[in-house]
């Protein structure tokens, strides 16, 4: 059974740009979330989609967005990039009660 | 909203010890997890534990739930041990994180 594959690993990107990272949760999941991990702020929620609707939201300016596809891929997306979006970006999958299962990351680095 | 506190935030091992990693949550909670974040970022699932006690090799986990703290036990370390240690509990749709445990263990 494959895991959560996030792509890309790695990001280098100009400040003022956008960028959008994509997250493929595990096969029958339909929960999909995400979460910023900086050095200063710990792990931090951002959103999570279900069945394609955005169900929860965390305290992150508008800058910020997502969306999940009919097969519940997930994609997010940070528009107009600041220094401080700087960081590991993780998605989960969950279904029910079973956990949740993580990918391995996009590390975006603004410069 | 759920606070949860993990403690020590740093723990030094000699390899081969036996180490003990807390977390204290401030509300009742349906499950709980803890992982274990590798050099490369990835979080790694070791347990699963709503109640009671898990063991898996030479790790293991017990949650009270009625008294709001879970425990993971690591014996025997090695090196590959080090790292960050995280436990979680899911509140309305997301997980709450505690602030992590960073364990190394040196030859």
């Known amino acids: 059974k494959a895991g959560v594959t996030q792509t890309p690993r790695y990001l280098i990107k100009t400040r003022g740009q956008q960028v959008t990272l994509s997250c493929s949760p595990i096969?029958?999941?339909?929960?999909v979330s995400w979460y910023q991990q900086t050095p200063g702020q710990g792990l931090q929620f951002l959103f999570e989609y279900f069945s394609e609707t955005q169900r929860n939201k965390g305290n992150f300016p508008g800058r910020f967005s997502g969306r999940q596809f009919s097969n519940s891929r997930s994609e997010m997306n940070v528009s107009t990039l600041e220094l401080g979006d700087s960081a590991l970006y993780l998605c989960?999958?969950?279904?029910?009660?079973?956990?949740?299962?993580f990918g391995s990351g996009t590390r975006l680095t603004v410069v | 909203g759920i606070q949860v506190e993990q403690s020590p935030p740093d723990l030094i091992l000699q390899e081969g010890a036996n180490s003990t990693l807390r977390c204290n949550f401030s509300d009742s909670v349906n499950n709980l997890q803890w992982f274990h974040q590798n050099p490369w970022g990835q979080l790694i699932n070791l347990f699963y534990?709503?109640?009671g006690t898990k063991q898996n090799g030479r790790l293991s986990a017990t949650t009270v739930a009625t008294e709001r703290y879970s425990l993971l036990y690591i014996s025997s370390s090695q090196t590959t041990d080090s790292g960050v240690y995280f436990c979680a509990v899911p509140n309305t749709g997301k997980l709450i994180f505690g602030q992590g445990t960073t364990l190394q263990v040196k030859p």
């Open positions: 989960a999958s969950s279904e029910g009660l079973a956990g949740y299962t």
């Open positions: 534990i709503p109640s």
């Open positions: 096969s029958g999941h339909r929960s």
